[in-house]
């Protein structure tokens, strides 16, 4: 954990210190693009069987949309996290997928720094070799990252994502419904994203 935080914040340096000229031009993102990202992802899953602490793991995501303007790119994710822990008296294997929509806002025109903000469904397995519990539900999801070109195609960004699913909670255990009870599903992930552009990034001119 502290090795992923140290080299995502000499990314982040790195970033910050790229040519101050290469910087002040604006890039516009147009056409097709794709991404995948890696990184270290906790989890947290709250109901009336469950432990609500948060769980680490490795986590992956893969991303793809288009281009709607210079400043706005929309997409669709799916994400996932996974980890096994011993209990001491059981393993227990646990997952968790979460599909989702977001847009992507680039407020700064000197800055590549983008928000997001989307809606995702998260599901979460634990199996014990015995049991296996199962818990979905709908939440936003929100994101900040900064990234910077590898190639007139090619962007690197260290990101931070979040999502709460908090409504339309379902709970089974075993395959069975559990009646009465919403629970609540969240995932963290830390990583760094390479996202392919279809239109090559291209310079719009100087800022004053």
């Excluded at 008296?89 to 928000?115: D, K, N």
């Excluded at 809606?119 to 296996?132: I, N, P, Q, S, Y």
């Excluded at 690197?156 to 609540?184: D, R």
């Excluded at 996202?195 to 800022?207: A, C, E, F, K, Y």
Aim: glycine letters at 14%.
């Amino acid at each position: 954990m502290t090795r992923l935080v140290v080299l995502l914040g000499s990314l982040v340096v790195l970033a910050l210190g790229r040519d101050l000229a290469a910087q002040q031009q604006r890039q516009a993102r147009d056409g097709f693009w794709f991404a995948a990202a890696l990184g270290r992802g906790w989890t947290r899953v709250s109901c009336d069987i469950c432990k609500g602490t948060y769980r680490g793991g490795l986590s992956g995501a893969l991303r793809l949309g288009g281009g709607v303007s210079r400043s706005v790119l929309i997409g669709a994710e799916v994400a996932a996290w996974w980890a096994t822990i011993d209990s001491g008296t059981a393993t227990v294997h646990q997952s968790l997928a979460a599909f989702g929509a977001a847009a992507y806002w680039y407020p700064s025109r000197r800055r590549p720094l983008y928000l997001k903000l989307g809606l995702g469904f998260l599901t979460h397995r634990a199996d014990d070799g015995t049991d296996v519990i199962t818990s979905t539900a709908i939440g936003p999801q929100f994101g900040v990252g900064y990234e910077w070109p590898l190639s007139p195609h090619l962007l690197m960004s260290p990101f931070l994502n979040v999502g709460f699913g908090i409504v339309a909670g379902s709970l089974k255990f075993n395959g069975g419904q559990v009646q009465n009870s919403s629970p609540g599903v969240s995932l963290a992930q830390l990583g760094v994203t390479v996202t392919w552009h279809q239109v090559p990034l291209r310079r719009t001119g100087r800022l004053p």
